[in-house]
């Protein structure tokens, strides 16, 4: 049975950086695909970022395009999302998920096996 853990969070300041992993464990071939979701208060989960284990396709958010790199590491059954220049709109509590794909990537009901959530906050 596959299991997720994310770690990294954190507080920054506006412009800053984190770096956010999720470590699986177990294994289910038909999860592929790893995604990072956001929720913040009163708000649903939002897609953020998704990545294909075996390709290495990639869904990004609108928002965080040029500003957020996500990358696996399938060695070490991690996924991580390196985020840049972050602003006080990306905090929350960040997830990650998995699919058999990336194709609904935004879509927070295609994916399972969630972990408990890591917080960013982004604030001066």
């Known amino acids: 049975q596959l299991q997720l853990a994310e770690s990294g969070g954190g507080w920054v300041q506006p412009g800053g950086s984190l770096r956010l992993s999720c470590e699986a464990s177990?294994?289910?071939?038909?999860?592929?695909?790893i995604g990072w979701f956001r929720q913040a208060p009163g708000k649903g989960r939002e897609g953020v970022s998704c990545i294909k284990r075996s390709d290495g396709s990639t869904y990004y958010l609108d928002s965080v395009k040029g500003r957020f790199t996500i990358s696996r590491d399938n060695a070490k059954k991690s996924v991580d999302l390196q985020m840049e220049r972050l602003k006080p709109e990306d905090t929350g509590v960040y997830y990650c998920g998995a699919a058999p794909d990336c194709e609904h990537a935004d879509y927070a009901p295609d994916f399972d096996s969630w972990g408990q959530g890591t917080q960013v906050t982004v604030s001066s």
């Open positions: 177990g294994f289910t071939p038909d999860r592929a695909a």
